[in-house]
Nanobody, 126 residues
Framework: QVQLVESGGGLVQAGGSLRLSCTLS????????MGWFRQAPGKERGFVTT????????YYADSVKGRFTISRDSAKNTVYLHMNSLKPEKTGVYYC???????????????????WGQGTQVTVSS
């Protein structure tokens, strides 16, 4: 069974940092991407960042450029989300996702991802 297992969420003060991790068990794709989406309270799930596990190309939502960094360990099928200078508006449940059909044009579309993690809560206090 394919699973995405996330870790690293928690409570942090504004201006602080957190690192999230996500591991994909039993990849079923030869080329695939993994990324993160955030769902804030009362809002729809929105794109944060995605990386190609084969080529390392990374894509970011405009709101996180310069403060969030996604990285990968392809040998471990794991991605990391390094979040710096966190603001309270970045509070939410962060979901890891993986897909074998992701293109630069579709990275932000949640419908294009095949597998999802259970989500990890990130709370940024002011």
């Amino acid at each position: 069974q394919v699973q995405l297992v996330e870790s690293g969420g928690g409570l942090v003060q504004a201006g602080g940092s957190l690192r999230l991790s996500c591991t994909l068990s039993r990849p079923t794709f030869s080329n695939y991407a993994m990324g993160w989406f955030r769902q804030a309270p009362g809002k729809e799930r929105g794109f944060v960042t995605t990386i190609s596990m084969s080529f390392g190309s990374a894509y970011y939502a405009d709101s996180v450029k310069g403060r969030f960094t996604i990285s990968r360990d392809s040998a471990k099928n794991t991605v990391y989300l390094h979040m710096n200078s966190l603001k309270p508006e970045k509070t939410g449940v962060y979901y890891c996702a993986a897909g074998g059909r992701i293109t630069p044009a579709t990275v932000a579309s949640s419908d294009e991802y095949d597998y999802w993690g259970q989500g990890t809560q990130v709370t940024v206090s002011s």
